[in-house]
């Protein structure tokens, strides 16, 4: 509670701007990158130069570097997390909308409560909990199923783009549980981001490369909406999003935070049908509020039994 009074009230607010809109947006964001870079080049060219500059501004102010134990943590946490976790993002969304993948990650809260074993005897024996996974992995079925047959901007493989977009929530809850549980809770947030977005721009660079991403890559024959994309996606996303994210986890409740999962689907469908025509069904609509029904459920429930244990 400290943290909270210490907190300037213009910091929190911007911040959750931050994570509520500038995040709704970065899934629009990838869909322009994509027109000119492959996916793990993206996440390579995006991490990497977003922990770059952290990097300098680490050195400019001094700050000391985590202990060997836990860069392990962050290295490993950082690929899960970017790599996998946002990084599969960008391949999910060669195949389905960017508003499609914001739904689909929006379940993560759903994840946490299947991931997280330690409290599993808790959680699967509240009706609640259980019913709020139901309804929120039906919804994603059928928002799947109701997809339409395509969109301007990428062939619509909806089954393909739903696996691989539930792979990355997958991937980032498993990062986000090992960091919490393995990293100090005193360590410092900005040097943590850093060796993270370092890590999963190597890693990406080097599936990249293994993928033969790079040696298709023309830097004179991408179009300018490409680049504004990638320079979107590390700016805004990975800079002042990620920092914000991972800011206001040490200083605001957990609940709190994770109200961005029900905010960022909106934000990306209605900016990829306002600014790149991605068509959205009246039946996807109500899959999404089952889906966000399921979410609120898990996640008001799991809080509860946080609280109580």
């Known amino acids: 509670m400290n943290n909270l009074k210490k907190t300037s009230p213009l910091l929190l607010l911007l911040a959750f701007i931050a994570v509520y809109f500038i995040w709704g947006t970065t899934y629009l964001a990838i869909v322009y990158a994509l ?110 199923h109701f997809a339409p047959a395509g969109s301007t901007l990428v062939q619509g493989h909806p089954v393909i783009g739903t696996i691989i977009t539930l792979l990355s929530a997958v991937s980032w809850v498993t990062g986000a549980l090992y960091a919490n549980r393995k990293l100090p809770a005193k360590s410092d947030n900005l040097v943590n981001s850093t060796v993270q977005l370092l890590a999963a721009g190597l890693f990406s660079g080097l599936v990249a490369f293994g993928k033969g991403e790079w040696f298709t890559l023309s830097p004179t024959t991408i179009p300018l909406s490409a680049w504004a994309g990638l320079a979107y996606l590390v700016i805004m996303g990975s800079l002042v999003a990620y920092l914000s994210f991972t800011w206001l986890i040490t200083v605001q409740p957990p609940a709190i935070v994770s109200t961005h999962t029900y905010v960022n689907p909106v934000i990306a469908i209605v900016m990829g049908w306002l600014l790149a025509a991605e068509q959205i069904s009246f039946k996807q609509i109500i899959a999404l509020v089952i889906i966000m029904t399921g979410v609120i459920i898990t996640q008001l429930n799991k809080q509860k039994m946080v609280a109580q244990s």
């Open 35 to 144: 027109k000119g870079f492959k996916p793990f080049t993206i996440s390579a060219l995006r991490y990497l130069t977003a922990g770059l500059i952290l990097t300098i501004w680490v050195m400019i102010k001094k700050i000391g570097w985590p202990e060997k134990r836990d860069l392990k943590v962050l290295i490993i946490s950082g690929i899960l997390m970017l790599s996998g976790g946002s990084g599969l993002v960008v391949v999910g969304e060669q195949y389905i909308n960017s508003g499609f993948a914001a739904v689909i990650v929006g379940t993560e809260p759903l994840f946490f409560v299947l991931l997280d074993r330690q409290r599993w005897s808790a959680y699967f024996s509240s009706k609640w909990i259980i019913t709020g996974l139901l309804l929120g992995f039906a919804g994603i079925a059928l928002f799947a």
